[in-house]
């Protein structure tokens, strides 16, 4: 799992890594790394590298912004709707609230707790994850799987992939941006449902919807809208008719 902490003190920041990497090497819980950073967007800017979806520990107030915590799991929100919000405050009392900013958290824990109460607490929350990915593991998965990187994602939530920067592409699903090493050709030969559609893009050929032949862009069932090299209109066609 890819695990996030948000916390501006640095002596609880390191103390949470700490007790985190504790428990998932007592309870062998795996993870790809734990990035402590007291800066919201440096969350965001590390979302689209993750391989899996992220678990994020979240204190509520932040630099003297008493809510900013809540503020900044609903920017969380705006790119996974999956990853697990746990809220890390002295500052339980926002709990009756915080359904407000519709966040779907799983829990508060009090940092005022006896050490003991916060590491079963910590425990429960890394087990209920790990549990939680393991009955939601689907039976078609689109999976890239390199000297760089490890990707599982439901293949029914892949929509395209495009080159992005030097020997990187994104893979862009209905509901995250994961940026990765690869080729496009690589990709292509992984499942005979995606389409090479355009020098720079694979397209989930199940995603379409219809075809702006004027455009020359295919158009998603979610209205995104992907680029069609001139030689395979007629081939756009034919599928989105079930002709081929």
Do not use: W
Request: charged letters at 30%; hydrophobic letters at 40%.
């Amino acid at each position: 799992m890819s695990i996030f902490i948000l916390e501006d003190d640095v002596i609880q920041a390191q103390h949470m890594k700490r007790l985190v990497k504790e428990i998932c090497e007592k309870r062998q819980v795996p993870y790809d790394f734990i990035e402590v950073t007291s800066k919201s967007a440096d969350i965001i800017k590390k979302m689209p590298l993750t391989t899996y979806v992220p678990i994020y520990f979240l204190d509520i107030e932040i630099k003297s912004e008493e809510r900013k915590g809540l503020q900044v799991a609903q920017e969380i929100r705006k790119y996974d709707a999956h990853g697990m919000i746990v809220f890390v405050t002295t500052h339980s009392e926002f709990a009756p609230i915080s359904y407000q900013y519709m966040v779907s958290a799983l829990t508060f824990i009090d940092k005022g707790l006896p050490h003991d109460e916060r590491y079963r607490l910590f425990e429960q929350c890394l087990l209920h994850y790990q549990a939680r990915n393991r009955t939601d593991i689907q039976t078609d998965d689109f999976i890239v799987e390199n000297a760089h990187t490890a990707i599982r994602v439901p293949f029914a939530t892949v929509e395209y992939i495009r080159t992005d920067e030097p020997h990187r592409l994104a893979l862009v699903t209905t509901d995250r941006l994961i940026s990765f090493y690869g080729t496009l050709k690589e990709m292509e030969a992984l499942d005979e449902r995606l389409l090479r559609c355009h020098q720079s893009y694979i397209v989930n050929t199940v995603q379409m919807s219809s075809y702006d032949a004027k455009q020359k862009m295919i158009v998603l069932k979610s209205g995104k809208r992907v680029p069609v090299s001139r030689r395979l209109g007629r081939k756009v066609r034919l599928i989105l008719k079930g002709e081929l």
